[in-house]
């Protein structure tokens, strides 16, 4: 139940098309599901995050799908770039947690 | 860049020894909290510090300890250390309250070879 299901696990994507990653948990106590992106060497940093009472959000190219009732929830890069090549985390907070739950990550390659 | 910071950058031991790394979190930060990323995964949670203070832990062994000192650095001790436990290591610091909890900042890692 503590798990978030993270897929898939590699991508490829042309430049200028569109990235998607797709993530689901089981425990509906989650109330936070960010997005981290994590380049080689770096730690990961924070992308972008949604609550469960909001469907969409959008930050830039990056925006965030939130499927409540299916438990579901993914990443959209538009426009992907060369400079969007890294490694992605979903993650959920929330319930007995203070810790963060990761997904096992997406590894994105955009092709020039 | 997060404002934490980690060291070693890189570390190379043999099984049966132990390690200490170290953590400096964000200015005005007071919680941190480690995390074990093995390769190809996600960050596993080891547990957190809080003014001083264990504040929780993951599914990890008595053998992985942890200090946080009055300026909230913070050192991640592992004892007898075994193969499996090569992964990069990352710290992260947080304000204290359940809404800043969420804006975990993280550093680079300590990567920990152990042979």
């Known amino acids: 139940q503590q798990q978030v299901k993270q897929s898939p696990q590699s991508l490829i994507v042309q430049k200028g098309g569109i990235s998607i990653i797709n993530c689901a948990y089981e425990n509906t106590a989650f109330d936070y599901f960010p997005w981290y992106q994590q380049f080689p060497g770096k730690g990961p940093a924070l992308l972008i995050a949604i609550r469960p009472d909001v469907s969409e959000k959008k930050e830039g190219r990056f925006t965030i799908s939130f499927n409540k009732s299916a438990k579901q929830f993914s990443l959209h890069i538009m426009d992907s770039q060369p400079g969007d090549s890294a490694t992605y985390f979903c993650?959920?907070?929330?319930?007995?947690?203070?810790?963060?739950?990761f997904g096992k990550g997406t590894r994105l390659l955009v092709k020039p | 860049e997060t404002g934490v910071t980690q060291s070693p950058t890189h570390l190379i031991k043999t099984r049966g020894q132990q390690v200490t790394l170290r953590c400096s979190s964000q200015?005005?930060?007071?919680?941190v909290s480690w995390y074990q990323q093995a390769l190809g995964q996600g960050p596993q949670f080891i547990f957190q510090?809080?003014?001083?203070?264990?504040?929780g832990r993951g599914n990890f062994p008595p053998r992985f300890s942890g200090l946080q000192f009055p300026n909230y650095s913070s050192e991640l001790n592992v004892n007898a250390l075994e193969l499996d436990d090569s992964a990069l290591y990352l710290c992260?610091?947080?304000?204290?309250?359940?809404?800043?909890?969420?804006?975990?900042?993280f550093g680079p890692g300590t990567r920990l070879l152990v042979l």
């Open positions: 992260a610091s947080s304000r204290d309250s359940r809404h800043f909890q969420e804006t975990q900042y």
């Open positions: 510090y809080y003014r001083e203070e264990e504040n």
């Open positions: 993650a959920a907070l929330g319930g007995q947690g203070f810790s963060f739950i």
């Open positions: 200015s005005g930060h007071n919680t």
